[in-house]
């Protein structure tokens, strides 16, 4: 089981640009979630899908949007990149039903 | 507020001294509350679940609602012990967000 994969593993790109991150769950597990992790922080929570809806949101502005697809795989996107959007992004898929959490290894995101 | 606070941003220790890493929560109802680790070069990864009250890797967490703390300990540490400790919160009946809080790395010296 490879669990949750995560790609790319690093990005660069260019403030104002778009980006879109992508997330295959751990099998078995029907639920996605994503954080933001800055460097010397703790992860903060971006959003969360389920049945490919997004079930619930932390304190990230529009820019911040995702999918989920049918066979539970995810995508975090990016508008009009910020500086300050330079960070550790990881998926972390789970079951609705409850329990852990597995994460990834986190896509790195570097905005210049 | 929903708040995970996690004191020390280092803590260094010696091979077979005993380990407490602290973590206090501020949550208006039961949450749930964890710990994760991660090791150099590898993914966060689930150490303890304050429902499951096991020992993992010779670690032990109790939550204390009283002092809403839950605290993680070992009473002799190990080299292999050095990575990042995270304490993370999730509200009862929440299946959604965990709240993490910043971190402690723990340093275990030969």
């Known amino acids: 089981d490879a669990g949750v994969t995560q790609s790319p593993t690093h990005l660069i790109k260019t403030r104002g640009q778009q980006v879109t991150l992508r997330c295959s769950p751990k099998?078995?597990?029907?639920?996605v979630s994503w954080y933001q992790q800055a460097l010397g922080q703790g992860p903060q929570f971006i959003f969360q899908y389920y049945e490919e809806e997004e079930r619930q949101r932390g304190n990230f502005p529009d820019r911040f949007s995702g999918h989920q697809f049918p066979n539970y795989s995810s995508e975090l996107n990016v508008n009009a990149l910020l500086l300050g959007d330079s960070a550790l992004y990881l998926c972390?898929?789970?079951?609705?039903?409850?329990?852990?959490?597995?994460f990834g290894s986190g896509t790195r995101l570097t905005v210049v | 507020a929903q708040r995970v606070t996690q004191p020390e941003k280092l803590l260094s220790v010696f091979k077979g001294a005993p380990v407490e890493l602290k973590c206090n929560y501020s949550y208006s109802g039961s949450p749930e509350l964890f710990w994760y680790v991660q090791y150099s070069r590898q993914r966060l990864q689930l150490l303890l679940r304050h429902i499951s009250r096991e020992s993992i890797k010779g670690f032990t967490a109790d939550l204390n609602k009283g002092e809403t703390s839950f605290h993680l300990k070992k009473p002799f540490a190990q080299e292999e012990d050095s990575a990042m400790y995270y304490c993370?919160?999730?509200?009862?009946?929440?299946?959604?967000?965990?709240?993490f809080g910043q971190g402690t790395t723990l340093q275990v010296k030969p």
């Open positions: 972390a898929s789970s079951l609705a039903k409850g329990g852990g959490y597995t």
């Open positions: 099998s078995g597990h029907d639920t």
């Open positions: 993370a919160l999730r509200g009862a009946g929440n299946t959604g967000k965990l709240i």
